[in-house]
């Protein structure tokens, strides 16, 4: 490569295509190689190359995007910069994809290609004389004055900067010792500047030339530094900036950037950082590791990527409520009139509320109790506690925790992990900004459970009055008091609530609402709200309470509100139309408009609708489609073997059909209808007692002999087979079907009955009574027999309900067959033969 005693690139190189970024003498920058043939340069040259020679290789700037590349070859800038590759970063993963740090050496004219594929390999010619900027040869009178003239800006550009900054000092010490001759390029690579202007200057191949082109940009750059310093505010410390790091420079992976930004100065930010830490009346131990993280963030270079985990967890430290709260508002009368506005019955969960503001009146620092309000959806559970925190006064947030399957999501993630952060606890206290709020944790029955642990487990932390005064997040690693908030969760179920949870919460159940509850509440909340959404007046539309009776009793069947709003919401977009129409035609002029078309289809469009629109059965009828859920229990009871039963779900009460017959046989039980083990085992329980009491009850088989079972065999089916049933409670109900059945009588039309039976035929109490009763009200059944130990669940009935109703409570099997028949299940009394004690 010596040639003279010159310094000489090689006359083969192989080219190097980039569509971003101009490559300069004296200058590093970073490549990003994708396209095939830059990849096939990398590959064969520089991975596999041994010499000094493979790592030199031409780059020709302003080529075509990579991402569009295809198989010819772009047009090629005439003039590139011979480089040589200091560092190959590459990866494999998503694609193979490169990054070559390169250090720009001279100039250089490609004269001949000499092929395309698979990459490019030119013959070119070398235009910088590396040789001629130490050998100190003179230089004429005009370009002599350049070069001091550029030399003096250089030297007045970097006088404008702070020289306590490294970098800064550094481009000093260069100015002094590189060349001036190579200054042009290396202060055009540092310099603000277009592509389009480093192309000029990689063009200008006389120096005189290059100095010319050069020297503008450098005023420039001066110029825009004095206008900004006039600008600003004087400060002492205004001229300590610049110089960020950018990619390029005249040392490998690095490149100066005299660009300002009008972000505050880092000493200026940590003192305002550090005064805050002080003002956030942070506990003892938080306060003594936000100063410990402060210290050390002093001590830390921006570049490193701690800094910013670092200044993140500060920010959210002085961000938290440590002391900040609200105070209450203990008018128990105010905080009385605001709940029954916003809610029609809910009585339990309205007197626990005035409860707890009773007690706080008592004592000032009472701790936050945490509630569970269990009930099937739609009947209020989670606007209740959006009105609990407005009747108290507190700020109000909602965390939804169905699905919700890391432990991460309540705890926070560890600080050592990438993309860690806080749980959802700390940043809805951030949120929120106060340390007294109301929490809800939504569907706390629908938590999940992964590799990534359990959240319900987390949440004992969380809902413990005992524990959560030292809540400690992984992210903050500091004790936060959570004793002050006050946490609502919501579940459909407890069933699937872990035990030990569930006994750190005191659980309101909230069931469904009667028929009467519910036109109340349309009528009182959901009507008005509909007509709000839909733009429409009460003016304009009326719906009777006995439309809104025929709308909950033939199109709903549920223990919440949702369905019927979404009923009263499809009858106001059909009025909502009508009106429309009514004002189109209004509002036009022409002569058609006001004449009435006697006959076809737009008949009904042309004749504005006569206001308000009141809704009947007909228009019901018209808007919503025929009825979709039918009385048909009588209808359903007219052979032997039929009973109906009471189930309990998450979503309310149901009855529930239960069906036998029997076939001649070999004594086989089958039963279907996706029974759960607890009722497979009442059904065997039922047909034992039955067959043991064959003879008192007189239950015979077809061919009439005293074993039920004998030569038959019985099918017990439970009808909606698609829906899974468990539970014990469906006992009494198949002891009273297969009565039927082997006795040959009906039971009668209008009972429904509900409990537990053992081997002995005592009838054992259930759950659910309330849910239960509600829906025998809505299917219109009007007896109802109930264990008798379950009579103390009547006090919750609403007293209307319960004078609609008629209530047989049974201790044994024997008084529910008696109440399930017309006439009663007379049972014929055996009598045994007295026996002589001879003692």
């Known amino acids: 490569m010596a040639s003279h005693g010159g310094i000489q690139i090689p006359s083969r190189l192989p080219l ?3 569509h971003e970024g101009v490559l300069l003498p004296g200058s590093t920058t970073r490549v990003s190689v994708h396209s095939a043939r830059n990849m096939q340069v990398v590959r064969s040259r520089l991975l596999k190359g041994t010499s000094l020679k493979s790592t030199i290789l031409g780059v020709i700037p302003n080529t075509r995007d990579p991402e569009h590349d295809t198989q010819e070859l772009p047009a090629l800038h005439s003039i590139g910069t011979a480089g040589l590759a200091v560092q190959v970063v590459g990866s494999n993963w998503p694609k193979p994809h490169y990054t070559l740090l390169i250090t720009g050496l001279c100039r250089f004219r490609v004269t001949q290609l000499l092929r395309e594929r698979p990459f490019a390999v030119a013959i070119v010619e070398q235009l910088d004389r590396l040789e001629q900027y130490t050998e100190g040869q003179p230089l004429d009178r005009e370009l002599r004055e350049l070069t001091q003239n550029f030399y003096q800006a250089a030297l007045q550009l970097v006088g404008m900067l702070d020289m306590s900054v490294p970098v800064v000092a550094k481009l000093r010490q260069l100015l002094d010792s590189l060349p001036r001759e190579t200054l042009p390029d290396v202060l055009a690579a540092m310099i603000r500047t277009s592509n389009t202007e480093k192309l000029q200057v990689l063009d200008a191949v006389d120096l005189q030339e290059r100095f010319k082109k050069t020297l503008p940009m450098l005023t420039r750059q001066i110029e825009g530094l004095k206008l900004l310093q006039k600008t600003r505010k004087p400060r002492p410390d205004d001229d300590k ?13 690095r490149q100066f950037s005299l660009e300002e930004d009008g972000e505050d100065e880092d000493g200026d930010d940590m003192a305002v950082l550090e005064r805050k830490v002080k003002e956030a009346a942070m506990p003892e131990p938080a306060l003594h590791v936000c100063l410990k993280e402060l210290k050390r963030l002093k001590k830390m270079p921006q570049s490193m990527p701690e800094y910013a985990l670092t200044r993140n967890y500060l920010e959210l430290m002085v961000e938290l ?5 609200t105070s209450d508002c ?15 019955a809910l009585e339990k969960l309205k007197r626990r509320v005035l409860e707890y503001l009773a007690v706080r009146q008592l004592r000032s620092t009472l701790k936050g109790p945490i509630l569970c309000f269990v009930g099937p959806p739609g009947v209020g559970k989670t606007s209740v506690g959006r009105s609990i925190a407005r009747t108290l006064g507190r700020e109000f947030h909602r965390i939804a925790l169905g699905g919700v399957c890391d432990q991460s999501d309540v705890r926070g993630h560890r600080r050592t992990y990438v993309g860690s952060m806080p749980g959802r606890i700390i940043n809805g206290l951030k949120t929120v900004g106060v340390n007294n709020p109301v929490f809800l944790l939504d569907e706390v029955d629908k938590l999940g459970k992964s590799l990534q642990g ?3 487990a987390a949440l004992l932390e969380v809902l413990d009055p005992e524990q959560n005064h030292s809540f400690t997040d992984h992210y903050l690693n500091v004790p936060f008091d959570l004793s002050q908030v006050l946490f609502i969760a919501t579940a459909n179920t407890t069933s699937t609530i872990p035990p030990a949870l569930l006994d750190r919460m005191e659980v309101i159940q909230v069931p469904g609402y009667t028929q009467e509850e519910k036109v109340e509440i349309a009528h009182r909340h959901l009507i008005p709200h509909q007509l709000e959404q839909h733009g429409l007046t009460p003016q304009q539309l009326q719906i009777p309470q006995d439309t809104t009776h025929e709308i909950i009793s033939k199109y709903t069947r549920e223990a ?4 019927l709003e979404r009923k009263i919401g499809a009858i106001c977009r059909a009025v909502a139309v009508k009106v429309a129409e009514g004002h189109k035609m209004s509002k036009a002029d022409g002569e058609g408009c006001q004449e009435q078309v006697g006959k076809g289809e737009d008949s009904d469009v042309t004749a504005p609708p006569e206001m308000p629109i009141v809704i009947d059965q007909i228009a019901l009828k018209d808007i919503l489609g025929p009825q979709i859920f039918e009385m048909e229990v009588s209808g359903r009871l007219t052979l032997p073997g039929v009973a109906i039963g009471l189930a309990w779900t998450p979503l309310g009460g149901e009855i529930m059909f239960v069906e036998a017959s029997r076939m001649e046989g070999d004594g086989q039980l089958t039963l279907t209808g ?5 009722m497979k085992e009442s059904a065997h329980l039922a047909i034992s007692w039955l067959r043991s009491n064959a003879k008192t009850y007189h239950l015979t088989n077809i061919a009439g002999g005293a074993d039920p079972l004998e030569g038959n065999d019985i099918h017990l089916h439970f009808p909606a087979g698609a829906v899974t049933k468990d539970g014990p409670s469906a006992g009494v109900t198949i002891v009273t079907c297969l009565a039927s059945l082997f006795s040959g009588r009906l039971v009668r039309s209008d009972v429904t009955m509900t409990g537990e039976i053992t081997l002995r035929g005592l009838v054992l109490p259930v759950g659910g009574i309330k849910d239960k009763v509600l829906a025998a009200h809505r299917a219109g059944l009007k007896r109802i027999i109930l264990p008798k130990r379950n009579e103390k669940d009547l006090e919750e009935i609403p007293v209307h309900i319960q004078a609609e109703l008629a209530f047989i409570t049974a201790s044994t099997l024997d008084e529910v067959l008696n109440a399930a028949f017309d006439g009663g299940f007379p049972a014929v009394v055996i009598t045994h033969p007295q026996i002589t004690s001879k003692l």
Request: no cysteine.
């Open 560 to 563: 919440g509100v949702r369905s």
């Open 454 to 456: 359990d959240p319900a």
């Open 674 to 678: 996706q029974l759960g083990d607890i």
């Open 16 to 18: 190097l295509l980039t």
């Open 321 to 325: 409520p440590w002391t900040k709260s």
């Open 241 to 253: 900036r610049v110089l960020a790091i950018r990619k390029g420079g005249v040392f490998p992976g």
């Open 330 to 344: 203990l008018d128990i009368r105010a905080a009385r009139v605001l709940l029954d506005n916003d809610h029609y």
